[in-house]
């Protein structure tokens, strides 16, 4: 996703990524520090959602397939 957005009055594009490798590592941390937290387990559902993304800031426009690479 790309969007263009006024960051502290400079212009400047957002892009926000999925790294699946970095997803699946933090997924598993996630799921090893809770293994003996029954009560943590409820909110891993959220935490999952936002394993991997990143949000990259750049001051330039740059192609879509560039930022994936």
């Known amino acids: ?4 957005v006024d960051l502290f009055g400079c212009e400047v594009f957002v892009y926000v990524v999925l ?3 970095c997803k699946g590592r ?3 941390r996630l ?3 809770s293994a003996d937290e029954k ?3 409820l909110g ?4 999952f959602l936002w394993c ?3 949000v990259l800031v750049f001051s330039f426009e740059i192609v ?6």
């Open 26 to 28: 933090e997924m598993k």
């Open 52 to 54: 991997g993304v990143m």
């Open 44 to 47: 891993l559902e959220y935490a």
């Open 64 to 69: 879509l397939g560039d930022v994936a690479r």
């Open 19 to 21: 790294d699946p490798e």
């Open 39 to 41: 009560a943590r387990w």
């Open 31 to 33: 799921i090893l520090q």
């Open 1 to 4: 996703m790309q969007k263009k």
